[in-house]
């Protein structure tokens, strides 16, 4: 814990201007973002009495081992460098709100050739026009239902438009009339866009003119006795009117706006948002967050207009915005909002009539939320809390590891051996923090030296940015830099799907450190720069103890080591000759668990991901100069590798853009590669001589796993 004075600036220091300020904890990590109309009257407030600090703001400043700023010329500039900062720093300290659920979107995709109306759910991408957002996917899917008979817009996927295109014939929607079935061309594509213009208007709020069109385009069907075009019209206005009755009218004057209403608590907070276009609800959504710093409800409605806005711009900002209270100052906002819009936003609260009764319900909407957030967090917290603590007591640690790593080997039959590092910080996943290493240090299967390695890389790592950023110097760190840096190589990573990536780009432990993973200015997420309190492997006594030696060859003595055994699930501390055994009840046995099952899973996905990768590698791969266009080419025209391996030099010259140079390079490269082993039929042991070689030299197992020629069907205890 430091003390505030060992880092307050001197009061001359600091300018009296708008800017932007960041605290930082002593590992360089940015831990809060604030602006200021002035840096100076806002920074003294942090470094007076600690008894006269919110508690929140007192573990902030206690935390934080340092404090920089930057100036700028106004509140607006400082309102968005904020923003950013936050967006890029995540920081722990500052108010960031998260949805409790990943909401659809109706989208119409506008940037296509044939405009495409599909629900869509993450980030909103260029030229593609949204709606919504909606609670759930299928309320979406009814509306559409009801609007295509009206206007039938394309709705398929492209590998359906594409083999629709093909073969002449439209899906089931062109032939019931849902669909205009531009794929084999009964409408034209200008016609087309102009339909899913109307679509998009209707959608927008803009109903009352093309309903009124309608009716008077049935009235003069009737009059002509076409009864049937009036019956079909008459029909389409009963749909569109059942549309537009799944959204009810809230605001008379056809009004644009956005609702934001707040409820909280000492801890935490939760908004609401109604999106109301045309005078109806189109959409809603509510974030919750942990107040963890002391924030006013004007504080918790600007972090939500930038949140809600940040990465808007036009007529996604509405003309109004209804808020419970205003930021203090409220100008710079408004005038924030009215940029990212282009014309005038009114920001205020609502006194009386429709909108204050609205917002009411807004209001209540946001309590329930909050109530709801609570009783399902209040177990899950107590819960980790428990397990935490248990896991201290159980390894005797001085406090909580809040930030726990844990990682496990994976090979198959001794190939392909890489690692994984899991991090689970206050119980939770981290997922932006995973990484994975590929073991270059040796080669064949020696789980315990390649976790040695493992963890003398990811610390090497710590250590050299703490004498980066000079925490950390003493004798010998010259050595320490040459030896990370001959060490070898590990790969970014990437989630599965719906998570966040793991890593970037392939880069030694530290040569690419100093140029890719810390070039950019210290604090952002992602980096190996900060410590665990405790280092998690899976595995017993020798694995432990490979771990605990690493470290102490590193010189590291401040970060528990302990190991999770499979076979009992028993804990295994370094130098004991007996494990520590958690009851089977024990909460805290059932998060290392977790924790060790995660490391598992995300080394075991990484060594698959690199054996197909192998699996599919050929002969041409060598080839220099071959690009995959003239390999598909070569495979074509010969049929598989075996007879390309057999071809002249002239035959090779036939294949189109192969010249004479390419065909002896070719000749020659599949001269010196080694005849692949013949394939072996897994059920009956028969060798496949006939087989065409041109596909990888293995089988398939019962999940469908590519498996090497001649590899037993059970893999169970092969692979790790």
């Not at 940029?339 to 909108?355: F, T, Y």
């Not at 009764?357 to 329930?368: D, G, I």
């Not at 599965?496 to 200015?521: H, I, M, Q, R, Y």
Request: aromatic residues 6%; negative net charge; charged residues 30%.
């Amino acid at each position: 814990m430091a003390d505030p004075s060992s880092y307050r600036p001197k009061p001359g220091q600091i300018p009296d201007t708008p800017g932007v300020y960041r605290f930082r904890d002593e590992h360089r990590r940015v831990i809060y973002v604030g602006k200021a109309k002035s840096l100076r009257q806002r920074l003294a407030n942090y470094f007076q009495d600690l008894a006269g600090l919110h508690p929140r703001t007192r573990t902030m400043v206690t935390t934080a081992a340092s404090v920089e700023w930057t100036v700028v010329s106004t509140e607006v500039e400082a309102l968005q460098l904020e923003y950013s900062w936050i967006k890029e720093y995540d920081p722990r300290f500052n108010v960031k709100y998260r949805d409790d659920k990943s909401y659809p979107y109706l989208a119409v995709t506008m940037n296509e050739e044939f405009p495409r109306v599909q629900v869509m759910r993450g980030h909103k991408k260029k030229g593609v026009r949204y709606f919504g957002p909606y609670g759930h996917a299928w309320a979406i899917r009814d509306t559409v239902d009801l609007l295509l008979r009206v206007f039938p817009v394309r709705t398929c996927s492209a590998g359906v438009f594409k083999n629709a295109a093909r073969t002449g014939r439209p899906c089931l929607l062109g032939y019931i009339g849902k669909c205009s079935a531009p794929c084999v061309g009964r409408i034209e594509p200008e016609e087309h866009r102009e339909l899913a213009e109307e679509f998009c208007d209707f959608m927008a709020g803009r109903t009352g003119t093309y309903l009124r069109r309608l009716e008077n385009r049935m009235m003069e069907a009737a009059e002509e006795m076409e009864y049937e075009r009036a019956a079909r019209l008459r029909d389409d206005i009963e749909a569109l009117k059942k549309a537009m009755e799944k959204n009810a009218v809230v605001l008379a004057d056809a009004t644009d706006a956005d609702l934001i209403a707040v409820a909280e608590d000492e801890l935490e907070a939760a908004v609401q948002i109604f999106h109301v276009r045309g005078g109806r609800v189109r959409g809603q959504r509510g974030w919750v967050t942990d107040k963890v710093e002391d924030v006013t409800t004007g504080a918790l409605v600007e972090h939500a207009l930038q949140q809600l806005y940040g990465e808007e711009s036009g007529d996604a900002v509405p003309k109004e915005v209804l808020v419970p209270a205003l930021p203090e100052p409220v100008e710079p906002v408004q005038e924030w909002l009215t940029g990212r819009r282009g014309s005038n936003v009114s920001l205020r609260i609502p006194q009386r009539g429709d909108k204050k009764a609205l917002m009411e319900t807004v209001q209540r909407n946001a309590q329930q939320a909050l109530a709801l957030h609570k009783t399902k967090r209040a177990s899950d917290l107590t819960t980790r809390s428990r397990a935490l603590e248990e896991i201290a007591d159980a390894l005797d640690l001085d406090s909580a590891p809040l930030r726990i790593e844990c990682y496990d080997i994976s090979h198959l039959q001794g190939d392909d051996v890489v690692a994984s590092m899991v991090v689970f910080e206050d119980g939770l996943q981290r997922k932006s923090e995973y990484r994975r290493f590929q073991i270059k240090g040796f080669a064949g299967q020696d789980d315990v030296r390649s976790m040695h390695e493992v963890i003398t890389r990811r610390f090497r790592r710590y250590l050299a940015e703490k004498e980066r950023t000079g925490e950390w110097a003493e004798d010998g760190a010259e050595d320490a830099r040459t030896e990370a840096e001959d060490t070898g190589t590990e790969s970014g990573a990437t989630a599965e799907s719906g998570a966040t990536a793991e890593s970037g780009s392939p880069a030694t432990d530290l040569g690419a450190a100093s140029v890719n993973g810390f070039k950019d200015e210290d604090g952002r997420p992602k980096k190996f720069a900060y410590p665990p309190q405790l280092v998690v492997v899976d595995g017993g006594q020798p694995q432990v103890a490979a771990a605990q030696r690493a470290l102490d060859e590193l010189g590291i003595d401040d970060i528990a080591v302990c190991g999770l055994a499979k076979r009992l699930e028993e804990v295994w501390l370094p130098g004991d000759d007996d494990p520590v055994v958690l009851p089977r009840t024990s909460e805290g046995l059932y998060l290392l668990q977790r924790i060790r099952d995660e490391a598992h899973r995300f080394a075991i996905t990484y060594q698959r991901t690199k054996r197909a990768k192998r699996f599919r590698s050929s002969p041409l791969d060598d080839v220099p100069g071959l690009g995959e266009t003239r390999k598909q080419a070569l495979i074509k025209h010969f049929g598989s590798v075996k007879k390309l391996r057999s071809a002249t030099i002239e035959q090779i010259q036939e294949v189109p853009g192969i010249g004479r140079k390419t065909a002896e390079t070719i000749a020659v490269a599949l001269a010196q590669a080694a005849p692949a082993a013949p394939a072996v039929n897994t059920a009956t042991g028969e060798i496949m001589d006939d087989r065409e070689d041109e596909a990888p030299e293995t089988t398939a197992d019962a999940s469908g796993e590519p498996v090497p020629a001649g590899a037993p069907d059970d893999r169970r205890g092969q692979e790790r």
